[in-house]
């Protein structure tokens, strides 16, 4: 089997269709063998029932159940059970455009030191976003890099989303531990970026991360996404979540004079977010969400140490 497009999904019955039906048109797909996985999260609506439905039509469309929450260990559930040497994941939101399965495998071809490699990601709002919503358009996954082909520096902490995020099936089970600390949000509890982990041992390897521009991928974003009471839970979680992917591969000392290197530029920028802004962070929702992004950036490390999760694996 050559790739896997891989599903996770909670909840995804209303959603899931439209994704199904963007998979049926796929093109040039004559010379690639592939399949479908939907991984359902717990779901507590009819998501079975939608995809046994589509199964009739697409006999090369699988699910399986994970029943620990958080997107993180769905996504485990999908490398565990594909059978495609490569694992395309999409969202149940996110539309691939019809050349996006060959597109996945050509990649694959032409860059064969590519562990891991995203996509185009174009946004289509439900409702018009708030002024200068660009500034924060990436951390909802939107991914506009140029229409060529770029690598991602080693260095760099820049990295794709896991909407369209292709990864070599070997290259995760060498690399990337069985344990991780970050397993993605959850109700209640929006600490995110655990795709940022997992693409943070791939960094590290002698792998190479790319952005590739021709598998381009439509997400549906809802008004919904687009308001004060999500926006600011949601930014706070990646905040929470940053301690983490800042000081990855760090040991000892190191990683201490990191951190405090941190506290101290994320003390530096709240400050001046603060004095650009002044009272606007109450009425301009992007500098708002920006702020929350800073402050609980700043007691990320306390927060992740306070409530056990630095204990679970050590950097």
Not at 75 to 80: P, V
């Amino acid at each position: 089997m050559d790739v896997t497009v891989a599903i996770p999904t909670y909840n995804g019955a209303a959603r899931l269709p439209e994704v199904f039906r963007q998979l049926q048109r796929q093109q040039q797909t004559e010379a690639i063998t592939w399949e479908i996985l939907v991984v359902d999260n717990n779901s507590s609506d009819c998501t079975q029932e939608v995809i046994a439905h589509f199964q009739t039509a697409m006999p090369h469309l699988r699910w399986r159940h994970e029943s620990k929450q958080g997107a993180g260990f769905a996504r485990r559930c999908a490398f565990r059970n594909a059978r495609g040497k490569l694992v395309a994941f999409l969202d149940d939101d996110t539309l691939p455009a019809a050349n996006w399965v060959s597109a996945v495998a050509q990649f694959a071809k032409t860059h064969p030191q590519a562990g891991a490699y995203g996509s185009r990601v174009h946004a289509d709002y439900a409702v018009p976003p708030p002024p200068h919503f660009d500034r924060i358009a990436a951390f909802l996954a939107i991914t506009e890099r140029g229409s060529e082909p770029l690598l991602y520096r080693k260095n760099s902490r820049l990295l794709p989303p896991s909407a369209g995020l292709v990864v070599r099936k070997s290259v995760w089970r060498q690399y990337v531990p069985k344990e991780t600390i970050l397993t993605g949000p959850i109700e209640g509890n929006m600490l995110a970026a655990e795709d940022l982990e997992m693409l943070g041992y791939i960094q590290a390897s002698p792998w190479e991360i790319w952005y590739n521009p021709a598998m381009e991928i439509t997400h549906k974003i809802p008004g919904a996404r687009l308001e004060k009471k999500y926006l600011i839970p949601f930014m706070q979680g990646i905040g929470l979540s940053r301690h983490v992917t800042r000081t990855m591969g760090t040991k000892g000392v190191k990683k201490y004079l990191l951190t405090f290197a941190y506290l101290c530029n994320d003390i530096r920028k709240i400050l001046w977010h603060l004095c650009t802004y002044r009272s606007k962070v109450n009425t301009d929702l992007v500098a708002a969400c920006e702020l929350s992004l800073m402050t609980s950036s700043l007691i990320s490390p306390f927060f992740l140490w306070r409530n056990g999760y630095l204990s679970k694996r050590r950097f």
